[in-house]
């Protein structure tokens, strides 16, 4: 798990415990990456997740606030790409959406084409340790979970070209897959969606899993509240 990660699920677990509390400004960044011993980049990149995650908010001139209702109907906007990442591409959340609806899609259908014995056991292992990690509210490996099960749908397409476009999009594939979990009424549909796919893919269902892939990204838009328009 990468530095952001972890400093991420250190903020995550701090905030859950009560050591800041709801409604609490959080130190400033200076202070906790020198507290948690990490680079300022890797501090803002786990305070993006946190926000995405509705756990915190910015807020201007001021510095980082811990949520206090943390229902997030609206989703906080793709953080601004550091020098890090100044080849990743910037892109708005409705055209992330409409990208994943357009190629997880094709790649959830060829994923149940090519479906073999060896692989149904992966999925359904990230599926396993997705819904663990919800049980708990760790929502930081939630999302990591999530994201790994939908690279690993591009992977079981066997196209290497999906493969390739999902990672040069990773960084904005993950944002797209944690703003929905703000919406903590309904943390649990993306795992039952999940589900659906899993089994469509498992059983070799070409049309159903390209179905259930399609339903599970427009639902993802609607609970961040963005209108979505799949094509």
């Known amino acids: 798990m990468s530095m952001p990660n972890i400093a991420a699920q250190t903020l995550q677990r701090q905030i859950l415990s009560g050591t800041y509390a709801a ?83 094709a790649a959830a259908a060829l994923a149940a084409r090519h479906i073999t014995a060896h692989a149904t056991p992966r999925l359904w292992g990230i599926q396993a340790r997705f819904e663990d990690a919800l049980k708990n509210l760790d929502l930081v490996s939630a999302s990591h979970a999530d994201l790994e099960f939908h690279q690993l749908v591009a992977e079981l397409s066997g196209n290497p070209a999906f493969v390739q476009v999902v990672r040069q999009f990773e960084r904005p594939i993950s944002h797209s897959l944690r703003v929905p979990f703000a919406d903590r009424e309904r943390i649990w549909a993306p795992a039952v969606e999940h589900r659906v796919i899993a089994a469509a893919i498992s059983a ?19 609970r961040v509240g963005l209108g979505f328009s799949p094509s």
């Not at 159903?208 to 990204?217: L, S, V, W, Y």
């Open 23 to 105: 409604g609490e400004m959080l130190p400033s960044q200076r202070e906790l990456a020198e507290s948690m011993g990490i680079s300022r980049a890797s501090l803002r990149e786990a305070l993006s997740m946190l926000e995405a995650l509705g756990f915190i908010r910015s807020v201007p001139g001021k510095g980082t606030l811990v949520a206090e209702r943390q229902d997030g109907r609206i989703a906080p906007p793709l953080p601004s790409v550091g020098e890090e990442d100044s080849s990743a591409p910037e892109l708005d959340l409705a055209a992330v959406f409409q990208l994943r609806h357009v190629l997880e899609s």
């Open 204 to 222: 070799g269902d070409i049309e159903g899993a390209r179905r259930a892939m399609q339903e599970h990204i427009a639902n993802a838009a609607e």
